[in-house]
C-alpha cells in the first residue's frame, strides 16, 4: 500500500480524532516494582490492569478534588460559623451605604 499524501493523511488524522473523542490515552511508565504491584491489585479485584489503573485514578483523583472544595471545620469554628448563620450582626453604616448604591447602579435582568 502506498504511503498517504499530506492531504489524506490530515484527513485520516482528523477522522480518527473525531471517532476517538469519547476515549483517550494516557501514558506513564511505572517501575517494574510499581507494575507488579499494580498486577496484584488489579488480580485481586478481578480486573484488567488498565481497567484497575483507570479505576484508581479517577477515584483519587475525586478525592483530591474533593478535598480541595470541601472545608473542614474543627469544632470552635463550627459553633461560629453557625452562631453567625443563626444570628447575624447588623449591617454597619458603610455596608447599608453600599447596599444602597448597588441598588442604584446595578439593574438586574428579568
Request: proline share 6%; no cysteine.
Amino acid at each position: 500500500m502506498p504511503p498517504l499524501s499530506k492531504s489524506e493523511d490530515g484527513r485520516v488524522t482528523e477522522l480518527a480524532s473525531r471517532t476517538n473523542r469519547t476515549r483517550d490515552r494516557a501514558h506513564f511508565r511505572p517501575t517494574a516494582d510499581q507494575k507488579e504491584l499494580f498486577l496484584r491489585a488489579a488480580s485481586i479485584e478481578g480486573r484488567t490492569l488498565s481497567e484497575f489503573l483507570s479505576m484508581a485514578a479517577e477515584e483519587r483523583a475525586n478525592r483530591i478534588i474533593s478535598d480541595h472544595e470541601r472545608i473542614v471545620l474543627n469544632d470552635r469554628a463550627r459553633q461560629t460559623f453557625f452562631a453567625a448563620l443563626s444570628k447575624p450582626p447588623k449591617p454597619n453604616d458603610r455596608l447599608v451605604a453600599l447596599a444602597e448604591r448597588y441598588a442604584r447602579e446595578v439593574q438586574s435582568r428579568p
